[in-house]
């Protein structure tokens, strides 16, 4: 893949340079973490790769997300990072799919139509849908996650999303980490524990399994979380992986102090990782970015997709408001980020991201 020589940052630690050192020499297709020398700490220089390319639930705005279809499709696209969103099975099992309730991108309703209850999912927010919690992973397999796509975009759909199924972490992982990284996401870390379930554990022994413990290997993992807590148990149980704090936070008290980018705030998140994922509309200027940099965290911004959404997608050729089309204010927005210094991005469209860093 295409690299470029940048200055290093002098204030990053050894440990987060070694972290940032995996990162880019597995994207870059080099020597692993385990062969990465740790510069010293005022070394002047250092090679990293361009902004990686995080495929945000795969290439999910030209497939169904969170299905092998769209994960394959963002490799062939040249994605650096595949995302994955984790939720949990009634019997154990880590699936990937973004919403704890399967009911927006599956047929639960229609398979299972007397199975919906009411939990309390976010914190004092009662919703009724069909939770994956409560279904077993043989139930989950039933659900079509596919059509619903095709109905939703008919200029992007394909027949052979029909049928598509939620894949589990394990299926994941034999179909993308050989030929990507994993950027996977601990997701509702306080409810599941709630239940008596840790899946911070559960993602640990499911990569020790796979064998993504080991040097040459884990860095090609990256885990991320909306939930400190989350981040802090993978530390301690799982210490080898990055992780990427997103923002704002999700812990009870957080999510205000927490979305806006403050030295202070920079500060904490680098007590206990190595990168931070948030929300663009918390990166106004470079000078957000030159705060989280020099508190020695990369910074990779969610989500590049326009003025789309998961839920309402659009063609890329259709005249937006401003005169310029769809496709032109994607790739202006991921050349206008890139450009304040970011280390990396989420996009729905691996292959706008791809064209906008290599055809400036």
Known sequence: MLTQTVKARRHRSPNKLLALAGICAFASGTAALSSARSPAPHQATASTPRALLVAHRGASAYAPEHTLASYRLAIEQGADFVEQDLQLTKDGRLICIHDPDLARTTNVAEVFPARAIERDV????????????????????????????????????RDAYAGE??????ETIDAVGGRAGLYIEVKEYAFYKSLG??????????????????????????????????????????????????????????????????????KEISDYAQGVGPSKQM?????DVAILHEAGLLIHPYTFRGSTTAAARRPLDEVQSNGSTMRENI???????????????????PDLWKQAVTNK
């Open 122 to 157: 976010q914190g004092g927010k009662h919703k009724r849908g069909w939770y994956t919690i409560d279904f077993t992973l043989a139930e989950i397999k039933r659900l079509d996650a596919g059509s619903w796509f095709n109905r939703a975009n008919p200029f992007a759909a």
């Open 283 to 287: 990166i106004r200027t470079a000078g």
């Open 165 to 170: 199924r939620i894949p589990t972490l394990e």
């Open 197 to 266: 379930h840790d899946v911070a554990a559960k993602l640990a022994a499911v990569l020790k399994s796979k064998g993504f413990d080991r040097p040459g290997k884990v860095e090609r993992i990256l885990i991320q979380s909306f939930w400190k807590s989350g981040l802090l148990r993978m530390r301690a149980i799982a210490p080898q992986y990055s992780r990427i704090q997103l923002l704002p936070m999700e812990d009870p008290g957080r999510e205000e102090d927490s979305s806006k980018v403050t030295p202070a705030l920079a």
């Open 331 to 349: 790739l202006a927005d991921i050349r206008r980020f890139v450009g304040f210094g970011i280390d990396g991005g989420f996009t729905d469209y």
